[in-house]
């Protein structure tokens, strides 16, 4: 489960002309994701978090530095590295089983074992009661799980996830988090979280990277201990929560816990 | 511009009784009609009573020959569409999804676009003869330009974020194609036909009335015209009136049926 190798990011940079001129997006950043570990990254608006994983999936490919998987230099996507998007970019004249399926339309399984895996995958996310519904039916909450569906449904090694749940309500955000982590955890799978939710980032990360803007680079590298992140009210969680909003420059104390987008 | 609109939102009993007021106009006009005709205060040769009309309708149709002349004008009709749709699908399909094909076809297309359908008469009558191609042709290309331009403009506007995704899953051109280019911009599509169906159905009266005589429903109204009977004419308005209202009619439901996951 654990032989898709480790993410190599090295001193990648990603520069934008923006009206003529060359504004740096990002800047030397190095990093590496041991597979199966899941990794946070934070920061606020603008510091190139979401160009990174952009680069990762291979959306982007003009940027300076390497990024490789298992040794091998990455170029374009494959359907070994999956996205779930903020917004959830469902297909809507797709129903929901479809939409999972779509993830399979490059695959070469048969078509019965695809049928199995497209409702083994829309169970997962609690969604198998839903399969036969239009995108337009569903709440927010729902659709992002079906773009998870559709995200995991290929079976990646890494999946990466930018913010996908930023436009959720609090309630439905604490139960997808805690869902993800769920999946995740029980396949194995490589994951890479950008969000600008503090909170988030430490429920959720083995390793939380600290971002900063202009240029978007790392400023610090936090492990998260395992005993603490799964406790909200806990003081080891609130003391990180405290060291990560330090990261990212906020310094006064009483900060609440997610910035302002 | 036809009326594609929808009457979601209002509830089925507000609807009939919507559906009633537009018909009171109507039955207004029909009723000072027959009254003129009745009481004399038009020449019936000018605006012959519907009884004459009926009548007339009665006749045409005991001797077969209006059968034969609306057959002949749908068949026309319905061949000229298709062309001009399948011709124009993927041309807009073509334009909207190339770039070099937007950029260099583009322009040409709309400059050319701007000639009133009827300014082709003089040419495609000497291109395509005088004989029932050339009415065909006439007809196709009045079904050829809206469907192009407006499946042009869907297939456009993919979406940006879908066609990441599309990018994302690796799928291939075919692949985008069918499951995202075609799907998104099948309403614009859809109202590309509509139109179609509309241009071409006028450009088969057109045809008829301006081209070379022959059976169909705008051959009975010159027939009508140059022996003076008014009723032929007004029975010919009549049918093209019901035949457009009827394919109007026909296409909504289809396209209603088709998008209907636009209705959640």
């Known amino acids: 489960m654990t032989d898709h190798g480790t993410l190599e990011i090295r001193n990648v940079g990603k520069r934008f002309d ?12 190095n990093l590496s994701v041991a597979p199966g570990e899941f990794v946070s990254i934070v920061g606020a608006s603008g510091c190139g978090k979401s160009t990174l994983l952009r680069l990762i999936v291979g959306l982007e490919r003009d940027y300076d530095g390497e990024i490789l998987l298992k040794g091998n230099r990455l170029a374009g996507p494959t359907l070994g590295r999956a996205i779930v998007f903020q917004e959830h970019r469902l297909f809507p004249w797709l129903r929901v089983e479809d939409n999972v399926a779509l993830g399979l339309l ?39 799980r079906v773009a998870i569906a559709r995200a995991l449904v290929n079976r990646p090694d890494i999946l990466l996830l930018d913010e996908p749940f930023g436009a959720l309500d609090a309630l439905t955000r604490a139960y997808l988090q805690a869902e993800l982590r769920r999946i995740v955890r029980s396949e194995g799978i490589t994951a890479v979280l950008v969000t600008h939710d503090v ?3 430490i429920f959720l990360g083995d390793r939380i990277v600290v971002m900063q803007p202009r240029p978007g680079r790392i400023a610090e590298i936090l492990p998260v201990d395992s005993s603490s ?6 003081p080891a969680f609130a003391h990180l929560r405290e060291i990560v909003l330090n990261g990212l420059g906020a310094h006064h104390p009483v900060l609440p816990g997610r910035l302002a987008a | 511009m036809t009326a594609v609109t929808t009457t979601s ?32 205060i038009v020449d019936a040769r000018l605006l012959p009573s519907l009884g004459t009309i009926a009548g007339r309708a009665w006749n045409e149709l005991a001797e077969g020959r209006l059968a034969v ?11 000229g569409f298709a062309i001009g749709s399948a011709l124009g699908i993927p041309a807009g399909l073509a334009l909207g999804l190339s770039r070099t094909l937007d950029r260099c076809v583009g322009p040409t297309f709309n400059a050319v676009k701007q000639i009133a359908v009827f300014a082709w008469i003089p040419l495609i009558s000497v291109w395509f003869g005088v004989g029932e191609a050339a009415k ?30 599309a990018q994302v899953l690796t799928l291939s051109r075919w692949q985008r194609l069918t499951w995202l280019a075609i799907p998104s911009a099948l309403p614009s599509i859809f109202v590309g036909l509509h139109l179609g169906l509309i241009y071409s159905w006028l450009a088969t009266v057109g045809a008829e009335y ?51 996951w636009k209705q959640h």
């Open chain 1, 18 to 29: 923006v009206a003529g001129q060359t504004v740096a997006a990002l800047s030397d950043i």
């Open chain 1, 199 to 201: 909170e988030e980032a």
């Open chain 2, 69 to 79: 002349d609306i057959a002949a004008s749908l068949v026309r009709y319905l061949t």
């Open chain 2, 136 to 165: 065909i042709a006439f007809i196709a290309l009045a079904a050829f330009t809206p469907v192009v331009v407006n499946t042009w403009a869907g297939a456009r506007s993919v979406p940006r974020d879908l066609a990441e995704v």
């Open chain 2, 210 to 260: 301006f081209m070379t005589i022959g059976p169909g429903i705008g051959g009975l109204m010159t027939e009508g015209r140059e022996h003076f009977h008014m009723d032929l004419v007004i029975l010919g308005v009549v049918l093209l009136g019901g035949i457009g209202l009827g394919l109007n009619r026909l296409a909504t439901v289809l396209e209603t049926h088709v998008l209907s």
């Open chain 1, 229 to 234: 992140q799964h406790d909200r009210a806990s």
């Open chain 1, 106 to 144: 490059k695959s070469t399984l048969p078509a019965d074992e695809k049928r199995r895996l497209v409702r083994e995958h829309l169970d997962l996310v609690g969604l198998g009661s839903f399969a036969k519904a239009y995108p337009a039916q569903l709440s927010g909450g729902m659709s992002q």
């Open chain 2, 9 to 40: 939102g209002i509830s089925g009993k507000a609807r009939t009784k919507q559906h009633w007021n537009g018909l009171i106009l109507p039955a207004v006009l029909i009723l000072v009609w027959e009254a003129a005709s009745q009481f004399g």
